[in-house]
């Protein structure tokens, strides 16, 4: 079995109208040959909240405010 990964503009347009990622995996065995999409996950660290924190605060905002500190001690 022999695979590899591809970027969609790889392939011909009538292939590439009906895949929704941007990168496929292109396996052959035993004479037929498959695509599968390939979705990459992101990491989604909006919900966080800081370690010692009571819930309150999420991490971006403790980030703002620390940072508005750092102006106002110049």
Do not use: C, Y
């Amino acid at each position: 079995m022999t695979e590899m990964v591809l970027d969609i503009n790889e392939l011909p347009n009538t292939i590439l109208s009906r895949i929704t990622s941007k990168k496929v995996k292109v396996s052959e065995e035993n004479g037929t040959i498959t695509l599968e999409p390939i979705f990459e996950e992101k990491s989604n660290f909006k919900h966080l909240v800081g370690m010692f924190s009571d819930g309150k605060i999420s991490v971006e905002d403790f980030i703002k405010e620390k940072q508005q500190e750092k102006n106002l001690e110049l």
